[in-house]
């Protein structure tokens, strides 16, 4: 009998029939490094494509997502994270909120290990933008996916990974010790998720709205909680039309509104993470308290 993963990462895709094959490719055992790839299964939860991806171009990656169909698809994700969570097998279980974000090739080995330094982790990647600026900016400035393919190929991705970080932008602007708006990939065991309950599904604004900052806020704010920044890996955002990443008016539009439905649900105001917490960094496999 096959025994289960050690690793699930859950990833949430909608229309991203360019932008997904990358995302998956980035997190098969073919491109990523470390034996935490062997023992991870993906699970890919599509939320309402009017065309579900077709996965089978992968298997040559080594790469055998499973594909589920959300139950409930709609504007909001966060139906469709719980119920890939809910179907996750690893002890250790990643979310990508957006499917466009490709991973840097120790991401998910630097999860696993990071992880490990402490039995109520909480992992978060630094978040990148692929392209000269954010891409609320950089899109109205004529960055598009043209753009991005021809930026792709100019540092012959797939084959060195690491040389996303040549051609992205980082959205932790002032150094990785920086206050953390969200970690669109976030790891924690399996009996942690469970304790925070999932992503609140009570944030029903197409996107999720904030939800992604919210579950960072919550996940450290558990009781022992340890949260630990990694660093020299990432996520790298693709250019897609998305609500938060389009144009600036959009960013702010969803930040506002966002903000004034966290306030009402948290009686609070939105704010990042701001403890340094631990830095993992995962090229020297040092850790700075």
Same mark, same amino acid.
């Not at 991806?53 to 298997?59: F, I, Q, R």
């Not at 609320?136 to 393919?149: C, I, K, N, V």
């Not at 992205?168 to 009996?191: C, I, K, V, Y």
């Not at 304790?195 to 960072?216: I, M, S, W």
């Given at each position: ?36 790839? =062997? ?7 599509? /939320? ?49 909120? #957006? ?27 630094? /978040? ?10 950089? =899109? ?12 792709? #190929? ?29 970690? /669109? ?14 992503? #609140? ?10 939800? /992604?900052? #919210? ?42 509104? =966002? ?31």
């Amino acid at each position: 009998m096959r025994a289960p993963p050690s690793l699930s990462v859950v990833v949430v895709s909608y229309e991203m029939k360019r932008e997904l094959p990358r995302t998956l490719l980035s997190l098969s055992p073919a491109y990523q490094r470390g034996p935490a790839a =062997g023992g991870c299964e993906v699970i890919v939860v599509d /939320n309402g494509s009017s065309v579900p991806p077709d996965l089978s171009a992968l298997g040559a990656a080594g790469a055998t997502p499973r594909l589920l169909r959300a139950t409930r698809p709609g504007p909001s994700p966060v139906g469709a994270i719980n119920e890939g969570i809910a179907a996750a097998r690893g002890e250790l279980i990643g979310v990508w909120i #957006d499917g466009a974000r490709l991973a840097s090739p120790g991401l998910l080995q630097a999860a696993a290990e990071a992880a490990a330094l402490h039995p109520r982790a909480v992992v978060a990647t630094p /978040n990148y933008h692929l392209g000269p600026d954010l891409q609320y900016l950089s =899109g109205e400035r004529g960055y598009d996916r043209a753009a991005e393919d021809a930026l792709l #190929d100019s540092i012959a991705w797939p084959q060195d990974g690491y040389r996303l970080f040549e051609v992205a932008t980082a959205e932790l602007r002032n150094g990785p010790e920086a206050p953390m708006l969200e970690s /669109n990939a976030l790891f924690m065991h399996r009996a942690l998720w469970a304790e925070l309950g999932g992503y #609140d599904e009570a944030f029903q604004e197409p996107g999720g709205g904030v939800v /992604n900052p #919210d579950t960072l806020v919550r996940a450290c704010a558990l009781p022992g909680a340890q949260l630990i920044r990694i660093l020299g890996e990432g996520t790298f955002h693709q250019i897609h039309g998305g609500l938060s990443t389009s144009t600036l008016r959009g960013a702010m539009a969803v930040l506002q509104e =966002g903000s004034r439905a966290y306030l009402q649900r948290r009686g609070l105001p939105l704010a990042p993470v701001r403890m340094k917490g631990w830095l993992y960094d995962a090229r020297r496999s040092t850790v700075t308290a």
